[in-house]
């Protein structure tokens, strides 16, 4: 087997380079319990998401991030800070820069749940754009949404100096988190809110020092990642899945994270203006179940 003689990551990349459809033959061959559990899945819901803070989107699935699409689907993606999503929601954003926007499952979400939010979407891989454009479309958002491509200091700087109201900020980049958040350089980030996705593993100790920079002007809320479980499947989804497949639905929702995996929420002590709370269109929150009816 292509997997027993070579690494895994060597293993994927050549994997990848095959067409779709021996693709499809091999993870069948490989993983027959998972691949038709995530069948299941994708058929069932329609593209739509089951559970979780962005339940009822339609998200289009990515060739880029295929692994996620699964936990996506089911709400169980990152769900380790789904409160502060629920807290994100409740607050009345007016701008939203999402740094590491990737396919727009939080960025068409954030813009889902504020309906009068202003979404900045930095995404580096301008490849994935396209879809992100296409999942804003259908979820009926894409006026809401700016897709802008690589973030640094400078545009990051200027987007913070121009944005109007109550600002977030939400970034996932893979380690690049450590040379954008930093006070001292955009001295905006002193009096907005932070979620940060912290990636020790590319960079040594950055959660740490993140901390430091913030400790003086935030609250830091820290959240740390878990394996899956059964339970984390949305119950009355397709209720057969987790008795008859068990390893087969936590595989299919495990986020294969190497290392420790953390998330950072930082509020601002002296925000800009003091918080309020959303009005939001109730359809965009609701459980799909409850749509449904």
């Given at each position: 087997m292509l997997s027993e003689s070579l690494s895994p990551q060597i293993a994927n990349a050549t994997v990848r380079r095959l067409p779709v459809g021996i693709r499809s033959v091999l993870r069948w061959i490989a993983r027959p319990r998972q691949t038709a559990v995530g069948s299941l899945v994708r058929r069932a819901s329609r593209g739509r998401i089951i559970a979780g803070p962005f339940a009822g989107m339609t998200l289009h699935r990515s060739r880029f991030t295929p692994h996620y699409y699964l936990g996506f689907i089911l709400g169980s993606h990152e769900l380790e800070i789904r409160p502060v999503i629920e807290?994100?929601?409740a607050r009345c954003y007016s701008t939203i820069l999402n740094v590491g926007a990737a396919d727009g499952y939080y960025a068409v979400g954030f813009a889902r749940r504020l309906p009068h939010a202003r979404?900045?979407?930095f995404e580096e891989n301008t490849r994935i754009h396209a879809l992100l454009a296409r999942s804003a479309d259908v979820n009926g958002v894409r006026a809401q949404i700016d897709i802008r491509g690589r973030c640094d200091l400078g545009n990051f700087g200027q987007e913070l100096e121009g944005a109007q109201g109550d600002v977030l900020v939400f970034i996932?980049?893979?380690g690049g988190e450590f040379e954008v958040l930093d006070p001292e350089a955009v001295r905006g980030l002193r009096r907005i809110d932070i979620l940060v996705e912290s990636h020790d593993i590319v960079v040594p100790?950055?959660?740490?020092?993140?901390i430091a920079r913030f400790s003086p002007t935030h609250h830091i809320q820290r959240y740390r990642a878990r394996a899956r479980v059964v339970s984390d499947f949305p119950g009355g989804f397709l209720p057969y899945l987790p008795r008859l497949a068990p390893q087969a639905v936590v595989a299919g929702m495990d986020e294969r994270r190497s290392?420790?995996?953390e998330w950072l929420y930082l509020t601002a002590k002296e925000p800009v203006s003091e918080p309020k709370r959303a009005l939001e269109d109730d359809s965009r929150s609701r459980p799909l179940a409850e749509i449904a009816k």
């Open positions: 807290q994100i929601a979404v900045i979407a996932d980049i893979e100790g950055c959660t740490e020092a993140l290392g420790i995996q």
